[in-house]
Structure formats: C-alpha cells, structure tokens
C-alpha cells in the first residue's frame, strides 16, 4: 500500500497560521511527490549557514553535535546536551529540524522523554534507530547488535503517544548496517510502520545504493524512505527521484569541511607564526557579522536604549 500524506488541516479561527515546524517537516519528509533534502547542522552558525544556502529543512546529526563537543558519536554526550544543542539550531533558523536521537538514550522511557524535550526545544521531529544503549556509530566495526524487534516498537509507539502529532517520527533501521540483510530490514520496517513511525530511514554502508535500493523496491513506499548516502555519495540523485524515494540527508558533510578547514589553518599558523597568509582563505569578519545579523543589534538599539 502507498502512503497518502494527510493533508494539514489549519486550526479553526488561524486559517493564515504559520505552519507548525513538525507540520513543514510533514511536507518535506512524508511525500513521495517531489525529493527534499535535509541539511546537517551542529550549531547555530552552520544552521544559518545552510539556510542561507537555500536548505529548507535540517539534519541536527548527533555525530556532528557530538564531534563539536569533543565527545564520540558513542552516547558520550548525554540526551540533554543534545537538547540543548539543537535549541540554538532551532534558534538560528527558521527551517524545521530533524534531530538524530540515536537510539533514544535507553528504553521506552527515555525515548518518549526525549522526545518530549526535542519537541519544547522547537524540533519538528526526531529519527530513532534500533540500536542498543549505548549506540556505536554505524560506520565503526562490524555486527553491531540490534534491539529487540518488539521493544524497539515499544520505544517509537512511546514516543509517539508523548508528542501526538508534534513531531514528526522516522524510525531508522540498522539491519544492513549491521549485515542482516534485505528480510529483516522488510521485517523491522513492517513493524515499526505498525508501531507508528512516519517514516523509514534504510541506513546503509555499502559504496553503491544497490543495497539500499534493494530495501525501496521491496518496501513499495508503504511509508516514506529517507536515506542517508554518505559512503554511496557517487550515486546521481536522479536515481533517488527515479526510486521515489522521499528525502535525502547529508549528514555530517559540514562538521568535516570544518574540521579539514581548521586544520589547515591552525597548522599553517603554528608553521608560519602568523596569520598574513591566511587571511584571504578564511572568511572576512563582515561575513560573520552578516550571518549573525549585527545590524539587527543596531536597530534594536536604537529603538530600545535611544530616550524618547
């Protein structure tokens, strides 16, 4: 069976009403009619950034939050750092956000807790995978083991019943990551569209998208598929549009250019002591002011300090 988006009905009496966040990510993530993509984010500044760049939706990827913390991608950094994280990337924007809530932190609880508090930080919706507490980033080591089918789906009907409708749920599933193959990926989708989900995410490893391709020809779209095609990145996104296939994430591609790009620079400084040459590779700080919107500050001021 396709999945047909129910459309969003506006309150009575707010018939203009700005769509809620999890309302705009409905649109974005729970379509098969055209691809979105969703932009990864770790903070403020690269959240802005990707708005600028013309991103409607973002990808608050918890290998990037947890990489500018200095922490693993290894549940190292707790739930409540990663809140308050994507806090300031809802605050920078006004996309709607999608946070990668790994596994959520731990059983039924902790999940629909989290969920809870993604949703008062301003998230339009969470992806949980079915890994075990803690979780290990899917592109580190091999058989990584797999939740039980029946308290992963107790863990996304949790959180659904915290949230209602206020947020978007994908469930993400980890079974070809974790070399399990294409039936229990099916198995593990079925069950947890049942259990609730909004949407599929089929993660994969491989270098091509043959693989997770597989998973969307078996799959027929009962729900939504997001991919995530950070190792089979040569694969033409017109092959994505030909699967149907709803929303593509580019997960952590900001977090590395800005790794490689301090590198760079802090090894040349060290090198050279000094900064001349530099300069001209690294953003002017009138670019900076621009993103942050200083100007804003001196009209605020204005209006607010100046007497009357």
Known sequence: MQYQPQAVRPTAGHQCARPSPAEMLHVQVCSNDELSFLMEAHDGLSATIAQRSGFKGLWASGLSIAS???YRDANEA????????????VDSTELPVLVDGDGGFGNFNNARLLARKLRQAGAAGVSLEDSCFPKLNSLIGERHPLADIDEFSGRLRAAKD???ENLVLVARIEALIAGHGLNEAI????????AGADAILIHSRKSTADEMLSFVTEWRNRLPVVIVPTTYYRTPVSAYRDARISTVVWANQSMRAAAAA???VCDSIAAQESVASIEPQIAPLSEIFELLRYDELAVAE???????
């Open 187 to 194: 198995l593990r989708a079925h069950a947890y569209a049942d």
């Open 162 to 164: 915290a949230v209602a």
């Open 302 to 308: 204005k209006q607010y300090l100046q007497p009357r």
């Open 262 to 264: 301090m590198r760079r």
């Open 78 to 89: 707790s739930w409540s750092q990663l809140v308050q994280s994507v806090e300031r990337i």
């Open 68 to 70: 500018s913390l200095g």
